[in-house]
């Protein structure tokens, strides 16, 4: 596949969003992305949300995505991975994709790199790559001058995986998770998520497409739309897919967040939950249509440490139980070994990628519910505990300073 050259940049930043996505860009794909009906970002409608305008953006619906196929290849190369990917098939209505056929060649040593040392090291994982990506470049332009994000980053992601991408600020962590979240796109290289081979020439249907039914958002400032209460967040991406009733979208919203652990806080607004309860209100809206792949950027890193482990010990569940991929950035190197691989990120390439090996998350995990279990004993104890009114306290007129009494006599 041809890759968007540098100077080719212009051309395709016109047609897309700038080269740096902005928290509202963030926001549009944590809700859904993109309202299909027009083909503008929902954001800008839903900043200044009022009540005449809710139902006109909350009852967009999204136009049926068009159906992809292409030729499977005989090896796991790079370029054979990417178009095993693609040639993924949807059925229609929205079903999930059907895994790819599998290679009778053996992989390349660059294989074996990208893709951490092969299925028996993941556990789980299993089945065709639900992200591949060869060669990524990400260069943002600064006046007349290139400053380079990304520069020739090659990995496959399967199904089922936890992914931690590890690295120092600058490194190309975000800049990476934007791409593969199709918030961006990359300057040159190839790349295929869930079977969708992402090109300057897909169109935005086919991104808000992904971003809406594929891939599911949790960022670090939770993003949520302050004017909604919890449950109508979490509603939110499920009444721009279009597919379930009234009914069941509000059936779908209270499971979900009694799942997380909030079914009593569903009507309150963003402004009147905690952080942790906000971030959790996050994870539910981003799984709601049921996504294939997870991003997550920092999602514990303005939380307090028991909040971190309940949000943590949330995201293992979805992962471990419902088969979700899972792809987090964070600064937390302890966080890794929680992980089936870890993508280590230094200048803007893949320095290196290392394998978590099964006793090690198992004894983690482990030591992660006993600590979840005694917060949520402690919590318990506390609700349980008899709420004491303070002691009214009575006073006379003699109890006051004496000075009050010489400011009257004078």
């Not at 990476?176 to 918030?183: A, D, R, S, V, Y």
């Not at 379930?244 to 209270?254: H, L, N, P, T, V």
């Not at 709420?387 to 400011?407: C, G, I, M, V």
């Amino acid at each position: 596949m041809a890759g968007l050259e540098l100077q080719d940049w212009g051309t395709a930043a016109g047609r897309r969003s700038s080269s740096n996505a902005t928290d509202s860009d963030e926001a549009a794909a944590a809700a859904g992305g993109v309202d299909l009906a027009a083909g503008v970002s929902v954001m800008p409608l839903l900043a200044g949300i009022n009540d005449s305008t809710a139902a006109q953006v909350l009852y967009t619906r999204a136009p049926a995505a068009s159906s992809s196929s292409g030729s499977g290849g005989s090896g796991l190369s790079a370029s054979a991975l990417m178009r095993e990917a693609s040639s993924e098939s949807k059925d229609g209505g929205g079903a999930e994709w059907r895994s790819a056929r599998s290679s009778s060649s053996p992989p390349s040593e660059s294989s074996r790199l990208a893709a951490g040392g092969g299925a028996a090291a993941r556990g789980q994982a299993s089945g065709a790559p639900i992200v591949v990506a060869h060669n990524l470049h990400k260069t943002y332009l600064l006046g007349l001058e290139g400053v380079p994000a990304l520069r020739g980053v090659s990995l496959s992601i399967q199904r089922g995986e936890f992914i931690v991408i590890l690295g120092s600020s600058g490194g190309g962590k975000t800049s990476l998770l934007n791409l593969l979240g199709t918030i961006d796109q990359p300057t040159k290289g190839e790349l295929s998520i869930c079977g969708h081979r992402i090109t300057h020439h897909t169109s935005d249907e086919e991104f808000a497409h992904l971003r809406l039914k594929k891939i599911g958002f949790v960022f670090q400032t939770f993003n949520l739309l302050p004017s909604m209460t919890a449950q109508e967040n979490v509603s939110l991406p499920m009444i721009l897919d279009g597919r379930r009733s009234a009914g069941e979208i509000a059936q779908r919203a209270k499971e979900l967040l009694e799942r997380v652990g909030l079914a009593d806080r569903r009507d309150h607004l963003p402004s009147q939950l905690s952080g942790g309860e906000q971030q959790r209100v996050t994870i539910a809206r981003a799984i709601a249509n049921r996504p294939s792949l997870l991003l997550l950027d920092e999602p514990t890193g303005d939380l307090d440490t028991r909040t971190s482990l309940l949000i943590l010990s949330l995201l293992l569940d979805l992962n471990r139980r419902l088969g979700l991929t899972c792809l987090m950035v964070t600064h937390d190197t302890q966080l890794k070994h929680y992980a089936h691989r870890v993508l280590h990120m230094s200048d803007g390439k893949l320095a290196r990628v290392e394998t978590i090996a099964q006793e090690k998350r198992k004894d983690m995990e482990d030591a992660l519910e006993r600590k979840v279990a005694e917060i949520r004993g402690d919590t318990r104890a506390e609700a349980t505990q008899p709420q004491r009114k303070p002691p009214t306290e009575h006073r006379q007129p003699t109890d006051y300073p004496d000075f009050l009494a010489s400011d009257e006599e004078d």
